[in-house]
């Protein structure tokens, strides 16, 4: 299968951004797409170990190596998994930003989420966190894998929607990845109305919390019939009691790709936007793609806890 999708992988030379690279080649294998490697380097936007001379002070043109000497690493990664078609560049200035601005040009982006603590991977967790919220296209995050099935291949996707009747464009990315993949999709519909500190609290003491659940899952039947537009595809559909993040970071122990989008007009995708959205991108134990509302085919401090996948 031949495709003109471009994927871009940020890198710093840290073990999670190989783990993005090696997301991303996969992905460009089953699709026929091209893989771009980037590393920026004001700042030092690439782990230490790239390094030689420890905490040498560095002039422009040792970070400009350093930068090149990851970038290569990474490309070594993606042939050594059989792609031919990888490129790569270094840039000047902000990861983030630099991300962001790229991600207009490209069909997707992939970059590594935080690992054990260090500078680097404080840089990346800081990446990781404000690429999602600002970029032009959808962004997968990829955690460190540490048990279970491996991300790759897909075999089983899970979306966030948010229970109204019009498909949501993470809904619609989220079959087009099912499809891509030939993978299992559920879709999810959290209504936290259990709770007594729930955004449901305001709801009438009389209510019948069985119908208010069938009238989500109504509604998000509808939009899944919508978005499937004639497609020949089995979409398992449920609508839950229950904290939208500890679903999803549930969901992601028994999938391999959690889909959720940016903005929304309540439920799920509306509560995504702040805390939950970062509470699931930080938990997570598979890869999320956070899908920008626009796109068209183009917790809180509270403890967690922790999760491994089956």
């Known amino acids: 299968m031949a495709s003109t999708e471009v994927i871009l992988v940020g890198v710093d030379g840290s073990t999670e951004s190989i783990a993005a690279v090696k997301w ?71 990861p983030a930003g630099v991300l962001v601005e790229m991600s207009r040009e490209v069909d997707l982006v992939v970059v590594g989420s935080r690992g054990g603590g260090s500078f680097a991977d404080r840089l990346l967790g800081t990446v990781s966190s404000a690429l999602p919220a600002h970029a032009k296209c959808p962004v997968v995050i990829v955690p460190r894998h540490t048990s279970g099935k491996c991300f790759m291949p897909i075999e089983r996707v899970v979306v966030g929607v948010d229970g109204t009747e019009v498909p949501s464009s993470a809904l619609r990315r989220a079959i087009d990845e099912a499809s891509t993949w030939g993978a299992r999709l559920t879709a999810v519909s959290a209504v936290p109305i259990a709770s007594g500190t729930s955004m449901m609290t305001w709801a009438p003491t009389g209510l019948d919390h069985s119908n208010l659940l069938k009238d989500v899952r109504t509604a998000m039947g509808a939009a899944i019939d919508q978005a499937l537009n004639g497609r020949d595809m089995e979409v398992a559909r449920h609508a839950l009691d229950g904290s939208p993040a500890s679903l999803l970071i549930e969901f992601s122990t028994a999938v391999d790709l959690v889909v959720v989008g940016t903005r929304g007009r309540g439920g799920l995708a509306g509560v995504l936007l702040g805390s939950t959205a970062q509470t699931v991108l930080s938990h997570s134990t598979c890869p999320v793609m956070i899908v920008p509302s626009d796109h068209l085919g183009k917790a809180q401090s509270a403890k967690a806890p922790t999760w491994e996948r089956r």
């Open 24 to 94: 991303a080649t996969d992905r460009a294998l089953r699709t026929g797409g091209r893989v771009h490697v980037l590393c920026t380097y004001a700042l030092a936007s690439y782990s230490a170990a790239a390094l030689d001379g420890g905490y040498a002070v560095l002039d422009d043109e040792a970070l400009k190596r350093g930068a090149q000497q990851v970038v290569e690493e990474a490309v070594a990664a993606a042939k050594e998994r059989g792609l031919g078609k990888v490129t790569s560049s270094i840039e000047p200035g902000d």
